[in-house]
């Protein structure tokens, strides 16, 4: 088993920075991929950006290409979502997520992100 922890929401202008933190705790010697989810409103949770652990391969949706960045430690115990040039259609709770090697995935309670025009 894997525990998750977000941190890093908050509150920010359009146009501003923020940068997601995921603290892995548990068998994380388990994990294959380390990812970001995010869920609006009355909208399905969605695919924000995804790390393989093992080749640091990264993998994101088209709306946040060019200005979010995902990476990880070697440790596979932390990963990051930086987030730049936000925008109001990015206001969601964002989510971290975790797959084993085994397929079994993980997700954290979630952190709030709230991009304001």
């Known amino acids: 088993q894997v525990q998750l922890v977000e941190s890093g929401g908050g509150l920010v202008q359009a146009g501003e920075s923020l940068r997601l933190s995921c603290a892995a705790s548990g068998s994380t010697f388990t994990i294959n991929t380390m990812g970001w989810y995010r869920q609006a409103p009355g909208q399905q949770r969605e695919l924000v950006a995804t790390i393989i652990t093992s080749t640091g391969s990264t993998n994101y949706v088209g709306s946040v290409k060019g200005r979010f960045t995902i990476s990880r430690n070697s440790a596979k115990n932390a990963v990051w979502l930086q987030m730049n040039s936000l925008k109001p259609e990015d206001t969601a709770v964002y989510f971290c997520?975790?797959?084993?090697?085994?397929?079994?995935?993980?997700w954290g309670k979630g952190t709030l992100v709230t991009v304001s025009s």
């Open positions: 997520s975790v797959t084993s090697y085994s397929g079994i995935n993980s």
